[in-house]
């Protein structure tokens, strides 16, 4: 059975399948090549699965329509977790902001702007 999202998810469906991936990792100055993996569950919900070698980790997005607000949570091979939510925005450029532990410590992190990036984090290719 064929699915498709609706509302606010409908602009990510090309998302879906699984893409072949190169992602340079700034603090580690590696850059590693894995699959993205990208799937709708129930709830008009998407899925999401990386793996690399060494790494992997899955998570969520979603809409919450009575909140008007976006949310992405994941998980990580190496225990680190991140919960993000972001307001709707009016450009193809969503601000998420939330929280990171890494083995249950809260972890720092930095969010770019596409615009402002100085550097590639991930190409897709089909």
């Known amino acids: ?6 509302g606010k998810l409908t602009r990510l469906q090309y998302l ?19 699959h993205y993996h990208f799937w709708i ?21 979603g809409w919450m329509p009575s909140e008007r607000r976006w949310w992405s949570n994941s998980a990580g091979r190496f225990g680190g977790i991140s919960y993000e939510t972001g307001e709707a925005s009016a450009t193809n450029v969503q601000l998420m902001t939330g929280s ?14 596409p615009n402002a990036a100085t550097e590639v984090f991930a190409t897709f290719s089909t």
């Open 16 to 34: 879906i399948g699984t893409w072949n991936c190169v992602t340079k990792a700034s603090m580690i100055q590696q850059t590693q090549t894995g």
């Open 41 to 61: 569950e129930p709830g008009n919900v998407i899925g999401n699965e990386y793996s690399a070698t060494g790494y992997s980790d899955s998570g969520y997005i």
């Open 100 to 113: 990171t532990w890494f083995q249950g410590q809260p972890s720092p992190r930095a969010i770019r702007s």
């Open 1 to 6: 059975m064929h699915q498709t999202l609706t």
